[in-house]
């Protein structure tokens, strides 16, 4: 059984910096590109950032790229996003999701998925 399981969320301010993390279990992390997802109260779930499967190559959202940074540890099957100079807006539910390949079609897209979790809650105060 596959399981994304999100961590690291919680309460900052403006300005402060967050890492959360997404633990894979039921497979082999080096087997798929990861993506993140956020989600904010009455929003569609939109696209953050992608890593290929060695991490070599990533790929961000435009209102994010400056501040956030996607990474991977095969070894520990776990993918990070790190975000820093957070501002309210950045408040969403942060979701990670695997996919098989790096290119190709909607993979800015929540249907280009295979696999997620179950999110985890980002809330900045202003």
């Known amino acids: 059984q596959v399981q994304l399981v999100e961590s690291g969320g919680g309460l900052v301010q403006a300005g402060d910096s967050l890492r959360v993390s997404c633990a894979a279990s039921?497979?082999?992390?080096?087997?798929?590109?990861m993506g993140w997802f956020c989600q904010a109260p009455g929003k569609e779930r939109e696209f953050v950032a992608i890593i290929s499967r060695g991490g070599s190559n990533t790929y961000y959202t435009d209102s994010m790229r400056a501040r956030f940074t996607i990474s991977r540890d095969n070894a520990k099957n776990t993918v990070y996003l790190q975000m820093n100079s957070l501002k309210p807006e950045d408040t969403a539910v942060y979701f990670c999701?695997?996919?098989?390949?790096?290119?190709?079609?909607?993979?800015?897209?929540?249907?280009?998925?295979?696999?997620w979790g179950q999110g985890t809650q980002v809330t900045v105060s202003s």
């Open positions: 039921g497979l082999s992390l080096s087997d798929y590109t």
């Open positions: 999701a695997a996919r098989r390949t790096y290119s190709g079609s909607f993979r800015t897209r929540i249907h280009g998925y295979e696999y």
